[in-house]
């Protein structure tokens, strides 16, 4: 009796270290993903610095800020599904594609608005109606992708700090 209970133990103790090093590498990738949205972010923060205060630059860096979106997604895209699961990662690859368009489309219309109209109202008609359309757009890619993160952290038992939570 005396050796199966110490069995029991070893075996429980494997499973909780076996848990654990599940749980960090869920972590782990969790971390990877929210790297690369973060540099993604950054790329848009200065897309949208440039589209009210510098069309002229806008049209020139376009091309880089796309570049260096394509260049995080592709590298969210090499990490292979996480045991079985790619929704999470799929999930960014889709907010991914709306910041590239966003990039390439909507932001590129600000900075020419910006550069072409002079009538202050009908400039602030013209951005009003494409930003609200781009928050929608942003809103359904944002909101798929923080479910799938949610949904990814308690499927592998750890918890997302909200501060840090896109």
Do not use: W
Not at 26 to 52: N, P, S
Not at 60 to 82: V, Y
């Amino acid at each position: 009796m005396k050796k199966i209970l110490i069995a029991a133990a070893a075996l429980l103790g494997v499973i909780a270290c076996s848990n654990k090093e599940k749980i960090a590498q869920a972590m782990k990738y969790d971390q990877v993903v929210m790297d690369h949205m973060e540099k993604m972010h950054q790329t848009l923060f200065a897309v949208q610095r440039l589209a009210t205060s510098d069309s002229v630059n806008l049209q020139l860096e376009a091309t880089k800020f796309a570049s260096e979106i394509d260049s995080s997604a592709k590298a969210i895209k090499d990490l292979p599904d996480f045991n079985g699961n790619a929704a999470y990662r799929d999930a960014a690859l889709k907010l991914a594609d709306f910041y590239k368009s966003a990039v390439t489309g909507p932001y590129l219309e600000i900075g020419n608005a910006y550069k072409e109209i002079k009538d202050t109202a009908a400039l602030h008609s013209k951005v009003d109606a494409i930003v609200t359309k781009l928050q929608q757009d942003e809103s359904v890619a944002d909101d798929d992708f923080i479910k799938q993160r949610n949904d990814f952290a308690a499927k592998n038992n750890f918890k997302i700090d909200s501060t840090a939570t896109n």
